[in-house]
């Protein structure tokens, strides 16, 4: 199984931006749909936003607005651009890779996880 690769991650003040970047192997990249997931503590695992090839996107009620997915199919990653951040969004982001990846059961690869925690 190849690995999604993150980074980015770490804190910052509430109202603050940060940019996570996930690079993925080609042959993953150009056949799958990408996106990204959160874990915060004591909370199970949820969608935060997905790209599909096409370009189209979906997000997360919660981060409509402040939150953008991109995609650089040159470079074969996928981006989250945070801005406007709260202490609610501190958590554990999770790249993802699958056929639709908003469908967790349809998610075929994760990343390990970047940190990111929001400071009042």
Known sequence: QVQLVE??????QAGGSLRLSCAASGSIFRSKD????RQAPGKRRELVAGIARSGSTNYSGSVKGRFTISRDNAKNTVYLQMNSL??????VYYCAAGSIVVLVSHVDYWGQGT????SS
């Open 115 to 118: 940190q990111v925690t929001v």
């Open 34 to 37: 990408m996106g990204w997931y």
């Open 86 to 91: 709260k202490p609610e969004d501190t958590a």
């Open 7 to 12: 980074s980015g991650g770490g804190l910052v």
